[in-house]
């Protein structure tokens, strides 16, 4: 079972190049994520979307742009890579009905994004 | 505000021994989810146990317990039996059913087995 897929698991940007981090789910649900993760901060959320088409901003949307164009993708892009967002990034998903208060969220195993 | 709160950042404990990893959570929708992640230095997270608001009892997934007190908000995570593979970051996260249905997570407590 594939679940969360994340695309690339490393890289490494010099400041002011752009990227995009893919995120697939073959779970077909309708919540997908954008997390960055930094020591002692736990996770924050970036950027979400609740269905296709759709998606919103987290607690630290600024420097990022996500695009839901496909149930299944959810893409997160950095226009111009600062090295303040030198981070693991997580994608997840998570089902929304019948009830979405108990459903978990699936992780994809994370990309390691350093910005020099 | 932090809807979450996580207030141990390390703890210790020895293996074979119970561990209780401790979680506050402030909301006023009456209908809300629980949930524990474990990541270990792999960085993978996983799903551990979850508790709903309405829930009668404390639920249990095999050594993984939540000791939920509604009244006092608080959701700890007890480990029975601590196995060396139980060392990792654990994390608290609360699902409001009110709202956008948005996760929150605390910021992680890391737990070390000592064998």
């Known amino acids: 079972n594939a679940g969360v897929t994340q695309t690339p698991k490393f890289r490494v940007l010099k400041t002011g190049q752009s990227m995009t981090l893919l995120c697939a789910q073959d779970m077909n649900h309708e919540y997908m994520y954008w997390y960055r993760q930094d020591p002692g901060m736990g996770l924050r959320l970036i950027h979400y979307?609740?269905?296709?088409?759709?998606?919103a901003k987290g607690e630290v949307p600024d420097g990022y742009n996500v695009s839901r164009l496909k149930k299944q993708n959810f893409l997160l892009g950095l226009e111009s890579a600062a090295p303040s967002q030198t981070s693991v990034y997580f994608c997840?998903?998570?089902?929304?009905?019948?009830?979405?208060?108990?459903?978990?969220?699936?992780f994809g195993d994370g990309t390691r994004l350093s910005i020099l | 505000a932090q809807k979450i709160t996580q207030t141990q950042p390390g703890m210790f404990v020895q293996e074979k021994e119970a561990v209780t990893l401790d979680c506050t959570y402030d909301t006023s929708d009456p209908s809300y989810g629980l949930f524990w992640y474990k990541q270990p230095s792999s960085g993978e997270m996983i799903f551990l146990i979850y508790q709903g608001s309405y829930d009668q009892q404390n639920a249990t997934e095999g050594r993984y317990s939540l000791n939920f007190q509604k009244a006092r908000k608080s959701a700890n995570l007890v480990i029975s039996a601590s196995q060396l593979g139980d060392s990792a970051m654990y994390f608290c996260a609360m699902r409001e059913s009110g709202g956008s249905y948005i996760p929150t997570f605390g910021r992680g407590t890391s737990l070390i087995v000592h064998p």
């Open positions: 997840a998903s998570s089902q929304h009905y019948p009830d979405s208060s108990n459903q978990p969220q699936h």
């Open positions: 979307s609740v269905g296709e088409g759709t998606t």
